[in-house]
Protein backbone atom coordinates (compact mmCIF):
# COMPACT_ATOMS: atom_id res chain seq x y z
CA UNK A 1 0.00 0.00 0.00
CA UNK A 2 1.71 3.54 -0.81
CA UNK A 3 2.53 5.60 1.76
CA UNK A 4 1.57 9.13 2.23
CA UNK A 5 4.68 11.67 2.69
CA UNK A 6 3.05 14.70 4.60
CA UNK A 7 4.49 18.37 5.02
CA UNK A 8 5.97 17.73 8.53
CA UNK A 9 5.51 20.32 11.46
CA UNK A 10 9.01 21.12 12.02
CA UNK A 11 8.10 23.01 15.55
CA UNK A 12 5.32 23.43 17.69
CA UNK A 13 4.07 26.82 16.33
CA UNK A 14 4.68 25.77 12.50
CA UNK A 15 1.41 26.01 10.54
CA UNK A 16 3.16 26.39 6.80
CA UNK A 17 6.21 25.77 5.28
CA UNK A 18 8.24 26.35 2.00
CA UNK A 19 8.91 23.36 -0.12
CA UNK A 20 12.42 24.57 -0.93
CA UNK A 21 14.42 21.73 -3.30
CA UNK A 22 13.22 17.91 -3.52
CA UNK A 23 16.44 15.48 -3.32
CA UNK A 24 15.11 12.78 -4.63
CA UNK A 25 13.12 12.09 -8.25
CA UNK A 26 10.03 10.20 -9.32
CA UNK A 27 11.43 6.84 -9.48
CA UNK A 28 14.17 7.48 -6.88
CA UNK A 29 14.81 4.19 -4.58
CA UNK A 30 14.69 5.47 -0.77
CA UNK A 31 15.29 3.58 2.63
CA UNK A 32 14.45 4.86 5.95
CA UNK A 33 16.79 7.62 7.03
CA UNK A 34 17.26 9.06 3.53
CA UNK A 35 16.94 12.83 3.49
CA UNK A 36 14.17 13.20 0.74
CA UNK A 37 13.98 17.44 0.81
CA UNK A 38 14.62 20.55 2.47
CA UNK A 39 12.03 22.67 4.18
CA UNK A 40 12.23 26.51 4.70
CA UNK A 41 10.38 27.63 7.68
CA UNK A 42 10.56 31.09 9.52
CA UNK A 43 13.33 30.34 11.02
CA UNK A 44 15.45 27.71 9.29
CA UNK A 45 15.98 25.13 6.43
CA UNK A 46 15.63 21.72 7.64
CA UNK A 47 15.56 18.32 6.16
CA UNK A 48 12.93 15.74 5.70
CA UNK A 49 13.95 12.18 5.83
CA UNK A 50 12.10 9.15 4.79
CA UNK A 51 11.21 7.10 7.66
CA UNK A 52 9.97 3.94 5.20
CA UNK A 53 11.77 2.15 2.61
CA UNK A 54 10.34 2.28 -1.05
CA UNK A 55 10.65 4.05 -4.54
CA UNK A 56 9.10 7.51 -4.73
CA UNK A 57 5.59 6.96 -7.12
CA UNK A 58 4.53 10.34 -7.36
CA UNK A 59 5.53 14.35 -6.31
CA UNK A 60 2.63 15.95 -5.74
CA UNK A 61 4.00 19.49 -4.25
CA UNK A 62 6.66 20.80 -6.45
CA UNK A 63 9.46 22.50 -5.28
CA UNK A 64 9.57 26.25 -5.18
CA UNK A 65 6.15 25.92 -3.11
CA UNK A 66 5.24 28.46 -0.99
CA UNK A 67 3.08 28.43 2.28
CA UNK A 68 2.15 24.41 2.07
CA UNK A 69 0.22 23.56 5.14
CA UNK A 70 1.59 21.15 8.02
CA UNK A 71 -0.09 18.19 6.85
CA UNK A 72 -0.90 18.27 3.62
CA UNK A 73 0.26 15.77 0.93
CA UNK A 74 3.56 16.28 -0.60
CA UNK A 75 4.67 13.22 -2.37
CA UNK A 76 3.57 9.27 -2.09
CA UNK A 77 6.20 6.61 -1.68
CA UNK A 78 5.37 3.07 -3.46
CA UNK A 79 6.41 -0.29 -1.33
CA UNK A 80 8.51 -2.70 -2.60
CA UNK A 81 6.74 -4.63 -5.87
CA UNK A 82 4.19 -1.96 -6.34
CA UNK A 83 3.87 -0.32 -9.28
CA UNK A 84 2.59 3.00 -11.20
CA UNK A 85 -1.22 1.35 -11.15
CA UNK A 86 -1.29 1.37 -7.43
CA UNK A 87 -0.93 5.49 -7.14
CA UNK A 88 -4.64 5.29 -9.17
CA UNK A 89 -6.91 7.73 -7.57
CA UNK A 90 -4.14 9.58 -5.94
CA UNK A 91 -3.99 13.56 -6.06
CA UNK A 92 -2.66 15.44 -9.06
CA UNK A 93 0.96 16.83 -8.83
CA UNK A 94 0.71 20.53 -8.50
CA UNK A 95 1.66 23.35 -10.97
CA UNK A 96 5.41 24.09 -10.56
CA UNK A 97 4.82 27.95 -8.88
CA UNK A 98 4.56 30.72 -11.13
CA UNK A 99 7.54 33.68 -10.70
CA UNK A 100 6.09 36.20 -8.08
CA UNK A 101 4.79 39.43 -9.45
CA UNK A 102 4.07 42.52 -8.25
CA UNK A 103 0.67 43.22 -6.84
CA UNK A 104 -1.70 45.72 -8.34
CA UNK A 105 -5.18 47.01 -8.77
CA UNK A 106 -6.71 43.77 -10.82
CA UNK A 107 -9.29 44.74 -13.44
CA UNK A 108 -12.53 43.36 -13.26
CA UNK A 109 -13.57 40.64 -15.51
CA UNK A 110 -15.04 42.01 -18.99
CA UNK A 111 -17.13 45.32 -19.24
CA UNK A 112 -18.21 46.52 -15.95
CA UNK A 113 -22.10 46.14 -15.57
CA UNK A 114 -24.22 48.63 -16.59
CA UNK A 115 -26.09 50.16 -14.45
CA UNK A 116 -29.31 53.00 -14.68
CA UNK A 117 -29.25 56.23 -13.04
CA UNK A 118 -30.49 55.28 -9.29
CA UNK A 119 -33.66 56.89 -8.53
CA UNK A 120 -33.06 59.67 -6.37
CA UNK A 121 -34.37 59.78 -2.57
CA UNK A 122 -37.48 62.20 -1.77
CA UNK A 123 -34.51 64.73 -0.15
CA UNK A 124 -32.16 64.32 -3.36
CA UNK A 125 -35.60 65.00 -5.24
CA UNK A 126 -36.23 68.12 -3.58
CA UNK A 127 -32.45 69.09 -3.51
CA UNK A 128 -32.65 68.58 -7.37
CA UNK A 129 -35.71 70.41 -7.96
CA UNK A 130 -34.31 73.45 -6.20
CA UNK A 131 -32.73 75.98 -8.69
CA UNK A 132 -28.72 75.73 -8.86
CA UNK A 133 -26.42 77.67 -7.97
CA UNK A 134 -25.15 79.38 -10.93
CA UNK A 135 -21.34 79.40 -11.38
CA UNK A 136 -19.67 78.44 -14.61
CA UNK A 137 -19.66 74.98 -15.50
CA UNK A 138 -16.79 72.56 -15.63
CA UNK A 139 -15.48 71.59 -18.62
CA UNK A 140 -17.22 68.02 -18.38
CA UNK A 141 -20.41 69.55 -17.77
CA UNK A 142 -20.26 68.76 -14.15
CA UNK A 143 -20.83 72.17 -11.59
CA UNK A 144 -18.62 72.36 -8.91
CA UNK A 145 -20.45 70.85 -5.99
CA UNK A 146 -23.18 68.74 -8.18
CA UNK A 147 -22.52 64.88 -7.40
CA UNK A 148 -20.81 62.88 -9.13
CA UNK A 149 -21.80 59.18 -10.42
CA UNK A 150 -19.18 56.76 -10.84
CA UNK A 151 -18.50 52.77 -10.50
CA UNK A 152 -17.54 51.78 -7.03
CA UNK A 153 -13.97 50.59 -9.08
CA UNK A 154 -13.62 53.86 -10.95
CA UNK A 155 -13.40 55.75 -7.99
CA UNK A 156 -10.84 53.75 -5.57
CA UNK A 157 -8.82 54.31 -8.98
CA UNK A 158 -9.59 57.67 -9.09
CA UNK A 159 -8.33 58.15 -5.80
CA UNK A 160 -5.56 55.80 -5.74
CA UNK A 161 -3.74 58.34 -8.88
CA UNK A 162 -4.78 61.71 -7.09
CA UNK A 163 -7.86 62.36 -10.07
CA UNK A 164 -10.73 64.64 -9.40
CA UNK A 165 -13.98 62.54 -10.53
CA UNK A 166 -15.78 65.64 -11.59
CA UNK A 167 -12.68 66.83 -13.83
CA UNK A 168 -13.54 63.35 -16.11
CA UNK A 169 -16.57 63.21 -18.46
CA UNK A 170 -18.59 59.58 -18.11
CA UNK A 171 -18.79 57.06 -20.86
CA UNK A 172 -21.20 54.81 -19.03
CA UNK A 173 -24.71 55.05 -19.04
CA UNK A 174 -25.98 58.64 -18.44
CA UNK A 175 -22.82 59.73 -18.41
CA UNK A 176 -21.71 57.61 -15.01
CA UNK A 177 -17.65 57.87 -15.16
CA UNK A 178 -16.30 53.78 -15.51
CA UNK A 179 -12.36 52.62 -15.29
CA UNK A 180 -12.30 53.16 -18.89
CA UNK A 181 -12.65 57.00 -18.26
CA UNK A 182 -10.35 57.10 -15.23
CA UNK A 183 -7.41 55.29 -16.90
CA UNK A 184 -7.82 57.66 -19.97
CA UNK A 185 -7.87 60.58 -17.65
CA UNK A 186 -4.28 58.78 -16.11
CA UNK A 187 -2.81 58.29 -19.61
CA UNK A 188 -3.78 61.54 -21.19
CA UNK A 189 -2.55 63.40 -17.84
CA UNK A 190 -4.82 66.05 -19.04
CA UNK A 191 -7.29 65.51 -15.98
CA UNK A 192 -7.37 67.49 -13.36
CA UNK A 193 -5.19 65.83 -10.07
CA UNK A 194 -5.11 66.72 -6.84
CA UNK A 195 -1.52 67.42 -5.00
CA UNK A 196 -0.09 63.98 -3.85
CA UNK A 197 -0.62 62.99 -0.59
CA UNK A 198 1.09 61.12 2.03
CA UNK A 199 -0.56 57.28 2.41
CA UNK A 200 -2.45 56.75 5.54
CA UNK A 201 -1.60 53.82 8.05
CA UNK A 202 -3.53 50.60 6.38
CA UNK A 203 -3.17 52.21 2.62
CA UNK A 204 -3.04 49.51 0.20
CA UNK A 205 0.12 48.69 -1.44
CA UNK A 206 -0.98 50.23 -5.03
CA UNK A 207 -1.40 53.48 -2.99
CA UNK A 208 1.81 53.16 -1.27
CA UNK A 209 3.58 52.87 -4.92
CA UNK A 210 1.86 56.46 -5.90
CA UNK A 211 4.25 57.62 -3.82
CA UNK A 212 7.19 57.18 -5.57
CA UNK A 213 8.03 57.82 -9.47
CA UNK A 214 7.54 54.76 -11.37
CA UNK A 215 10.69 52.83 -12.19
CA UNK A 216 12.64 54.36 -8.94
CA UNK A 217 12.30 51.19 -6.96
CA UNK A 218 12.55 47.92 -6.88
CA UNK A 219 10.28 45.46 -5.91
CA UNK A 220 11.53 42.79 -3.53
CA UNK A 221 9.06 39.93 -2.21
CA UNK A 222 8.90 39.25 1.39
CA UNK A 223 10.25 35.86 2.44
CA UNK A 224 8.41 34.11 5.58
CA UNK A 225 11.43 35.33 8.04
CA UNK A 226 10.67 39.09 7.15
CA UNK A 227 6.70 38.55 7.48
CA UNK A 228 7.20 36.62 11.33
CA UNK A 229 9.61 39.65 12.07
CA UNK A 230 6.74 42.08 11.08
CA UNK A 231 4.49 39.93 12.79
CA UNK A 232 6.14 39.49 16.09
CA UNK A 233 7.71 42.94 16.75
CA UNK A 234 4.11 44.45 15.83
CA UNK A 235 3.02 42.43 18.30
CA UNK A 236 5.31 43.30 21.06
CA UNK A 237 4.98 47.32 20.61
CA UNK A 238 1.05 46.90 20.39
CA UNK A 239 0.84 44.48 23.69
CA UNK A 240 3.68 44.68 25.77
CA UNK A 241 3.98 47.54 27.87
CA UNK A 242 8.33 48.38 27.40
CA UNK A 243 10.45 50.65 29.47
CA UNK A 244 14.29 51.73 29.02
CA UNK A 245 16.96 51.97 31.67
CA UNK A 246 19.95 53.08 30.67
CA UNK A 247 23.36 52.43 32.03
CA UNK A 248 27.00 53.82 30.87
CA UNK A 249 29.70 50.93 31.49
CA UNK A 250 33.30 51.90 31.92
CA UNK A 251 35.06 48.90 29.95
CA UNK A 252 38.77 48.86 30.47
CA UNK A 253 38.84 46.09 33.19
CA UNK A 254 36.96 44.11 30.50
CA UNK A 255 38.63 44.65 27.71
CA UNK A 256 42.26 43.97 29.67
CA UNK A 257 40.01 40.39 30.67
CA UNK A 258 39.18 39.75 27.28
CA UNK A 259 42.80 39.86 26.40
CA UNK A 260 43.99 37.94 28.82
CA UNK A 261 41.50 34.86 28.22
CA UNK A 262 42.23 34.74 24.68
CA UNK A 263 46.04 34.51 25.37
CA UNK A 264 45.78 31.81 27.99
CA UNK A 265 43.60 29.90 25.04
CA UNK A 266 45.63 26.86 23.98
CA UNK A 267 46.52 26.06 19.72
CA UNK A 268 44.48 23.84 17.85
CA UNK A 269 45.30 22.92 14.38
CA UNK A 270 47.68 25.96 14.94
CA UNK A 271 44.97 28.16 15.77
CA UNK A 272 43.84 29.41 19.13
CA UNK A 273 41.02 27.26 20.62
CA UNK A 274 38.77 29.85 21.13
CA UNK A 275 38.03 33.96 20.85
CA UNK A 276 36.22 35.39 23.43
CA UNK A 277 34.45 38.66 22.03
CA UNK A 278 33.21 41.68 24.06
CA UNK A 279 29.82 40.42 23.47
CA UNK A 280 30.58 37.07 24.90
CA UNK A 281 31.17 38.91 28.37
CA UNK A 282 28.75 40.76 27.77
CA UNK A 283 25.93 37.57 27.47
CA UNK A 284 28.02 36.13 30.34
CA UNK A 285 27.43 39.56 32.40
CA UNK A 286 23.37 39.36 31.67
CA UNK A 287 23.17 35.24 32.69
CA UNK A 288 24.70 36.27 35.97
CA UNK A 289 22.86 39.38 36.61
CA UNK A 290 19.45 37.31 36.67
CA UNK A 291 21.13 34.53 38.62
CA UNK A 292 21.68 37.28 41.14
CA UNK A 293 18.26 39.01 40.84
CA UNK A 294 15.84 36.39 39.96
CA UNK A 295 12.66 37.86 39.86
CA UNK A 296 13.78 39.50 36.99
CA UNK A 297 14.10 36.38 35.33
CA UNK A 298 10.60 35.93 34.29
CA UNK A 299 7.91 35.08 31.77
CA UNK A 300 4.34 36.74 31.96
CA UNK A 301 1.45 34.69 31.63
CA UNK A 302 -1.94 36.03 32.03
CA UNK A 303 -2.53 32.93 34.81
CA UNK A 304 0.83 33.17 36.96
CA UNK A 305 4.44 34.29 36.40
CA UNK A 306 7.29 32.09 35.80
CA UNK A 307 10.44 32.26 37.34
CA UNK A 308 13.24 30.51 35.77
CA UNK A 309 16.10 28.08 36.97
CA UNK A 310 18.47 29.30 34.63
CA UNK A 311 19.04 32.30 32.53
CA UNK A 312 18.96 31.15 28.37
CA UNK A 313 20.33 33.88 27.12
CA UNK A 314 19.14 35.16 22.66
CA UNK A 315 21.98 36.66 21.22
CA UNK A 316 20.89 38.50 18.06
CA UNK A 317 22.33 36.87 14.85
CA UNK A 318 22.29 39.37 11.37
CA UNK A 319 21.28 36.70 8.27
CA UNK A 320 22.29 37.41 5.00
CA UNK A 321 19.94 39.17 2.80
CA UNK A 322 18.28 40.83 5.75
CA UNK A 323 16.35 39.24 8.42
CA UNK A 324 17.61 38.16 12.49
CA UNK A 325 17.46 35.35 14.66
CA UNK A 326 18.25 34.92 17.98
CA UNK A 327 19.53 31.61 18.72
CA UNK A 328 19.91 30.53 22.60
CA UNK A 329 22.66 29.67 24.70
CA UNK A 330 21.13 27.47 27.94
CA UNK A 331 22.05 27.87 31.52
CA UNK A 332 24.83 30.60 30.70
CA UNK A 333 24.88 31.85 34.46
CA UNK A 334 27.38 28.62 34.70
CA UNK A 335 28.87 28.64 31.36
CA UNK A 336 32.83 29.68 31.12
CA UNK A 337 33.75 32.53 28.89
CA UNK A 338 35.46 30.06 26.33
CA UNK A 339 32.83 27.72 26.39
CA UNK A 340 29.97 30.55 25.90
CA UNK A 341 32.40 31.82 22.63
CA UNK A 342 32.89 28.59 21.27
CA UNK A 343 28.60 27.80 21.45
CA UNK A 344 27.98 30.89 19.97
CA UNK A 345 30.40 30.69 17.29
CA UNK A 346 29.01 27.65 16.21
CA UNK A 347 25.26 28.67 16.33
CA UNK A 348 26.07 31.88 14.60
CA UNK A 349 27.62 30.00 11.82
CA UNK A 350 24.49 27.21 11.46
CA UNK A 351 22.16 30.62 12.07
CA UNK A 352 23.40 32.05 8.98
CA UNK A 353 23.07 29.04 6.92
CA UNK A 354 20.24 28.11 7.96
CA UNK A 355 20.49 24.93 9.82
CA UNK A 356 19.50 25.77 13.47
CA UNK A 357 17.19 23.31 15.47
CA UNK A 358 13.84 24.61 16.58
CA UNK A 359 14.67 24.16 20.07
CA UNK A 360 17.79 26.01 19.51
CA UNK A 361 16.15 29.40 18.78
CA UNK A 362 12.91 29.17 20.96
CA UNK A 363 11.90 29.72 24.47
CA UNK A 364 14.96 31.57 26.08
CA UNK A 365 14.15 34.11 29.00
CA UNK A 366 16.13 37.49 27.60
CA UNK A 367 18.41 38.33 24.76
CA UNK A 368 21.10 40.84 24.13
CA UNK A 369 21.59 42.85 20.41
CA UNK A 370 24.45 44.36 19.80
CA UNK A 371 25.36 46.86 17.23
CA UNK A 372 28.31 48.33 18.79
CA UNK A 373 30.15 47.00 15.35
CA UNK A 374 28.13 49.56 13.67
CA UNK A 375 29.15 51.80 15.11
CA UNK A 376 26.17 52.62 17.02
CA UNK A 377 26.93 54.66 20.91
CA UNK A 378 23.31 53.13 22.12
CA UNK A 379 19.66 52.06 21.03
CA UNK A 380 16.76 50.61 22.21
CA UNK A 381 15.57 47.01 21.46
CA UNK A 382 12.31 45.31 20.73
CA UNK A 383 11.69 42.82 23.66
CA UNK A 384 11.03 39.33 21.84
CA UNK A 385 8.33 37.47 23.46
CA UNK A 386 7.97 35.35 25.89
CA UNK A 387 11.19 37.15 27.27
CA UNK A 388 10.34 39.92 29.66
CA UNK A 389 13.76 42.29 28.83
CA UNK A 390 16.88 42.68 25.97
CA UNK A 391 19.72 44.28 26.72
CA UNK A 392 21.04 46.69 23.83
CA UNK A 393 24.90 47.02 23.60
CA UNK A 394 26.44 50.07 22.30
CA UNK A 395 29.85 50.44 20.56
CA UNK A 396 32.95 51.18 22.90
CA UNK A 397 34.44 54.10 23.09
CA UNK A 398 36.90 57.02 24.39
CA UNK A 399 35.05 59.73 27.02
CA UNK A 400 36.29 61.46 29.75
CA UNK A 401 34.76 60.27 33.07
CA UNK A 402 35.12 61.33 36.67
CA UNK A 403 36.81 59.64 39.05
CA UNK A 404 37.27 60.92 42.52
CA UNK A 405 38.05 64.52 41.60
CA UNK A 406 40.03 64.40 38.69
CA UNK A 407 38.64 63.86 34.80
CA UNK A 408 40.30 61.31 33.04
CA UNK A 409 39.93 59.08 29.86
CA UNK A 410 38.19 55.84 29.23
CA UNK A 411 36.90 53.22 27.54
CA UNK A 412 32.99 53.36 27.71
CA UNK A 413 29.91 51.44 26.40
CA UNK A 414 26.53 51.87 26.91
CA UNK A 415 23.16 49.37 27.49
CA UNK A 416 20.12 50.28 27.66
CA UNK A 417 17.46 47.51 29.20
CA UNK A 418 13.88 46.81 27.62
CA UNK A 419 11.71 45.65 30.24
CA UNK A 420 8.41 44.59 30.00
CA UNK A 421 6.09 46.57 32.55
CA UNK A 422 3.83 43.83 33.19
CA UNK A 423 6.81 41.41 34.60
CA UNK A 424 9.59 43.72 35.42
CA UNK A 425 8.83 46.73 37.58
CA UNK A 426 10.79 50.05 37.36
CA UNK A 427 12.41 49.69 40.57
CA UNK A 428 13.23 45.93 39.61
CA UNK A 429 14.91 46.52 35.83
CA UNK A 430 16.60 49.71 37.31
CA UNK A 431 18.47 47.08 40.05
CA UNK A 432 19.22 44.56 37.46
CA UNK A 433 20.56 47.18 35.30
CA UNK A 434 22.76 48.09 38.49
CA UNK A 435 24.03 44.05 38.68
CA UNK A 436 24.83 43.90 35.02
CA UNK A 437 26.74 47.60 35.26
CA UNK A 438 29.00 46.06 38.18
CA UNK A 439 30.11 42.58 36.86
CA UNK A 440 30.29 44.48 33.44
CA UNK A 441 32.81 46.69 34.84
CA UNK A 442 34.55 43.98 37.50
CA UNK A 443 34.28 41.29 35.06
CA UNK A 444 36.56 38.96 37.55
CA UNK A 445 33.67 38.49 39.82
CA UNK A 446 31.82 36.83 36.82
CA UNK A 447 34.63 34.35 37.43
CA UNK A 448 34.67 33.61 41.13
Known sequence: MPTNILMPALSPTMEKGNLAKWLVKEGDAVKSGDVLAEIETDKATMEVEAVDEGTVGKIVVPEGTADVPVNELIAILLEEGEDKSALDGAPKAKAAPAPAKADGPKDEPGEEPKAEK???????AKRDAAPKPEGKPSANGHDKGERVFASPLARRLAKEAGIELNAISGSGPHGRIVKADVDAARASGGAKTAAPAAAPAGASDEALRKLFPEGSFEEIPHDGMRKTIARRMTEARQTVPQFYVTADCV???????REQVNAAAPEKDGKPAWKVSVNDIVVKALGVALARVPAANVTWTEGAMLRHKHADVGVAVALPNNGLITP?????????????????????????DRKLKPEEYQGGTTAVSNLGMYGVKDFTAVINPPHSTILAVGGGEKRPVVKGSD????TVMSLT????????????????????K????KPISMLA
Open 328 to 352: IIRAVESKTLSAIALEMKDLAARAR
Open 438 to 441: KLIE
Open 251 to 257: IDDLLSL
Open 407 to 410: IKIA
Open 417 to 436: LTCDHRAVDGALGATLIAEI
Open 118 to 124: PAPRPSE
